[in-house]
């Protein structure tokens, strides 16, 4: 079966650049989510969309910014890297017209900043 | 927001013998998933299990929403299972982003 797609799976940026990263929801779900784990940590939630709209924000800097096509895949923007944005950035999918709240994971964006 | 608590920290277990991971919960959900994460970083999807009990081969959960526990069986342990073991939340009403526990590392020695 097809799996959340992201891309790169790592990334290396040094401090005030910018990175982009992709993810590609599995097909027919009209949900992703994006998630951020440090090192060490539980992964935290940064924003979410349903169809194209954002549906839900939580501790995302200013700095990032993301968005849904209208293919649905999305793509997180990240611009003024700091040391601390290093962490596996985790992409997932869900269906509201699924009959289950389950949500999908890709494999993870390493992001690397130096 | 919920709370998602998950017991214990750490776990070292000798090859062949079984545990259970608990996660408590602080609020009504309707979504709840476990989730083993490799040594590469992915999370493995281990069970959707808002309510009631699955098992798969060594695995089982249990969850008991009235009383807002799950548990994780492992069973005959293998040096594969370790790794971090991670319950994730999502809150009643709708589809909603979900909250994970702190996690419970397990290492599995032969």
């Known amino acids: 079966a097809a799996g959340v797609i992201q891309s790169p799976r790592h990334l290396i940026k040094e401090k005030r650049e910018t990175a982009t990263l992709k993810c590609y929801p599995i097909p027919r779900h009209d949900t992703v989510y994006w998630y951020q784990q440090g090192p060490g940590q539980d992964p935290q939630f940064l924003i979410s969309f349903y169809e194209k709209m954002q549906s839900d924000k939580g501790s995302i800097p200013d700095r990032f910014s993301a968005q849904q096509f209208s293919d649905y895949h999305s793509e997180l923007n990240m611009s003024s890297l700091e040391l601390g944005d290093s962490a596996l950035y985790f992409c997932a999918s869900s269906s509201e017209d699924s009959p289950t709240y389950e949500q999908y994971f890709g494999p993870g964006t390493r992001l690397t900043v130096t | 927001g919920i709370q998602v608590e998950q017991s214990p920290p750490d776990l070292i277990l000798q090859e062949g013998a079984n545990s259970t991971l608990r996660c408590n919960f602080s609020?009504?959900?309707?979504?709840l998933q476990w989730f083993h994460q490799n040594p590469w970083g992915q999370l493995i999807n281990l069970f959707y299990?808002?309510?009631g009990t699955k098992q798969n081969g060594r695995l089982s959960a249990t969850t008991v929403a009235t009383e807002r526990y799950s548990l994780l069986y492992i069973s005959s342990s293998q040096t594969t299972d370790s790794g971090v073991y991670f319950c994730?939340?999502?809150?009643?009403?709708?589809?909603?982003?979900?909250?994970f526990g702190t996690g419970t590392k397990l290492q599995v020695i032969p």
């Open positions: 994730a939340v999502g809150l009643s009403g709708g589809y909603q982003k979900v909250t």
């Open positions: 299990i808002p309510s």
């Open positions: 609020d009504s959900v309707n979504n």
